[in-house]
């Protein structure tokens, strides 16, 4: 089984910085896993979460949607099991309940990390991140 867990959120104001880390267990075989972090924002159901970044196996293909372009960056530590965002410059908007989710099948099959919930297959609980004005 594996377990992802996130750490790292928390309250913060407008233009702070903060870094979220997931680390995933269970399995030998985090660096064959792509990665990904949605959101959930306050009022939206489960269904509604946004894919904000995603990250390749290796590390050297990433996504960003547009709205945090230029201020979030995806990582990971293959050594650690262990994926990051680092969230530079945050707005009152960030604001929501970050997800980090493991997909065990696009690099099987060539294919670029996902950017629908359901391509992946473990997820973490969450962990809220909260920005004030």
């Known amino acids: 089984q594996v377990q992802v867990e996130e750490s790292g959120g928390g309250l913060v104001q407008a233009g702070d910085s903060v870094m979220l880390s997931c680390v995933v267990s269970?399995?030998?075989?985090?660096?064959?896993?792509?990665m990904g972090w949605f959101r959930q924002v306050p009022g939206k159901e489960r269904e509604e979460r946004e894919c904000?970044?995603?990250?390749?196996?290796?590390?050297?293909?990433?996504y960003y949607t547009d709205s945090v372009k230029g201020r979030f960056t995806i990582s990971r530590d293959n050594a650690k099991n262990t994926v990051y965002l680092q969230m530079n410059n945050l707005k009152p908007e960030d604001t929501a309940v970050y997800y980090c989710?493991?997909?065990?099948?696009?690099?099987?099959?060539?294919?670029?990390?996902?950017?629908?919930?359901?391509?992946?297959?473990?997820w973490g609980q969450g962990i809220q991140v909260s920005v004030s004005s």
């Open positions: 989710a493991a997909d065990v099948d696009s690099m099987l099959y060539g294919a670029k990390p996902p950017r629908l919930q359901s391509g992946y297959d473990y």
């Open positions: 269970g399995r030998r075989t985090f660096d064959k896993y792509a």
């Open positions: 904000v970044a995603t990250i390749n196996y290796s590390g050297d293909t990433t």
